[in-house]
């Protein structure tokens, strides 16, 4: 049983501020599994029958959420409660760490080293400090460093976030809350409000989507990588309306799909010597009407966001990326992407428009509002892989593979769900069919150098190497 005071202050030490991530949730299950399993063996030995390490892990699988909870409750006995406290930047800062289930945080910071091992806050080089930067998990701070500004693209860490608190030259005063174990917030009025999953920069620059409403600062800004020179692609997140965009490096793994595995998946393929050189936006007053535009030096034009059947919005060019790797900030949060932010300038738009792609007037109408629409043309088409759907019925899109390691993306396509990929250099001919799920909803059913047959195909569409291929979703 545990005293309500006690449980009031795990209730501190343990609250998250924010959803954690699932390689954390089986980061902190193996660290839990790693410390309690010796200890286990070294309890029993003398008392039962020695039973092997792999015996004692399940055990200890078993007793994961009673260990967690004793640990937590070993770490009160120093509690000192609540508490919100002030420190000045005039003067020399100093902190302290401790240990929570595998992870270091800072205990305290003040203007005095209050205990022995105390950390002095110190910057890089000889001139002065412009910021605080405060690094954080979903369980508070992790580290505390003085630095200035750096126009450097730097290496995300998952599952920490940055606070930035710019430093006044004349010095300032910074409110340290703890929960009696580690610090969990610094703050001095809005500095440091939004958290970046890097360093901030200096001067962000913030397209809000919203359509002549007044929107607040956003609360978490995430990134993905633009222009890397190994990028295969980007992908985009859409549940009512966009919530994440995620950058493919070759060689990378398929864990961005764990993260999000809900919700529909856009796709944007782009060669080796191929870069984004233009990013528009589409603003609305509703989430789902929302959209990015890209476009490559390739001239490939990409929508990551939905056809509008009534009513389309005009796009406005908000970035032109450089041909170096860049990062591209995004609003993340319940609502999804409220907002982009860019560190340069306010790019010159010099007469340009973007041209949206258009449906093909052969498409299956469905009776949705708005719908997904992709194109890309099938010259010289030599290999096609399907993108399954989850349960296996049906495909949701395609990947197209042309000379020159070329390819093009129609429909819904997540790289962790793709087909058995084929060629259709010998044949003059390739089909889709369609069926409806419930009656009512058209889907592909396969796809083929075969003309399909079956009760559930309800109509084929025969292709060629020449022409559009043509995608709605």
């Known amino acids: 049983m545990v005293e309500p005071l006690c449980l009031q202050a795990l209730l501190r030490v343990t609250s998250f501020t924010h959803e954690t991530t699932e390689d954390e949730e089986q980061r902190r299950r193996q660290w839990l599994r790693s410390s309690l399993t010796p200890q286990l063996e ?18 200890a699988d078993d007793l994961l959420q009673t260990y967690a909870s ?9 509690y000192i409660g609540t508490s919100i406290s002030s420190i000045t930047t005039t003067e020399r800062m100093w902190c302290g760490f401790t240990e929570y289930e595998g992870i270091c945080y800072v205990s305290w910071l ?39 500004f750096c126009d ?54 913030f397209h809000y989507f919203t359509n002549g409403v007044i929107r607040p600062v956003p609360d978490r800004m995430a990134s993905f990588l633009a222009n890397h020179p190994e990028a295969t692609g980007y992908s985009f997140v859409w549940d009512c309306g966009l919530v994440y965009i995620h950058a493919h490096i070759a060689g990378e793994g398929l864990a961005c799909y764990r993260s ?25 007053y509703l989430p789902r009407e929302w959209a990015i535009g890209f476009v490559t030096n390739k001239d490939r034009i990409f929508v990551a966001g939905a056809y509008l059947k009534a009513g389309q919005r005009p796009y406005h060019l908000i970035e032109r990326p450089s041909r170096q790797l860049s990062r591209i900030y995004f609003e993340t949060s319940a609502d999804g992407i409220g907002a982009l932010a860019f560190a340069t300038d306010v790019p010159k738009e010099e007469n340009s428009s973007f041209v949206c792609p258009q449906p093909s007037p052969n498409r299956v109408y469905v009776s949705t509002e708005s719908f997904f629409f992709s194109s890309h043309c099938l010259s010289h088409l030599e290999e096609i892989t ?88």
């Open 42 to 59: 070294a309890y029993h030995v003398s008392r039962v029958r020695n039973l092997s390490s792999e015996l004692w892990y399940y055990i």
């Open 70 to 78: 004793a640990k937590a409750r070993g770490t009160l006995p120093g």
């Open 110 to 148: 003040s203007n005095s080293p209050k205990e022995h091992g105390a950390v002095l806050l110190t910057s890089d080089g000889d001139s002065a400090p412009e910021c605080l930067l405060v690094a954080e998990n979903h369980l508070g701070i992790t580290k505390l460093s003085l630095a200035k």
């Open 152 to 205: 450097k693209v730097v290496e995300e860490r998952p599952g920490t976030w940055w606070r930035t608190i710019r430093l006044d030259s004349r010095g300032m005063n910074v409110d340290v809350e703890t929960d009696g174990v580690k610090l969990r917030w610094l703050a001095r009025g809005k500095l440091g409000r939004v958290a970046w999953n890097v360093p901030e920069p200096k001067k962000p620059r």
């Open 260 to 284: 999000f595995p809900h919700g529909s998946r856009l796709y944007m393929p782009v060669d080796s010597d191929e870069f984004i050189t233009e990013i528009w936006q589409r603003k609305g």
């Open 386 to 473: 399907p993108c399954l759907a989850t349960d296996a019925m049906g495909v949701t899109g395609l990947i197209l593979h042309f000379p020159g390691g070329h390819r093009g993306s129609v429909g819904e396509v997540r790289l962790d769900s793709l087909g058995t990929r084929f060629a259709v250099v010998d044949t003059s001919s390739w089909f889709l069919a369609f069926g409806k799920r419930q009656n009512v909803y058209p889907y592909v059913l396969t796809v083929g150098m075969c003309r399909p047959e079956g009760a559930d195909v309800q109509h084929v569409l025969e292709l060629s190497r020449v022409g559009r291929s043509p995608a709605t979703v």
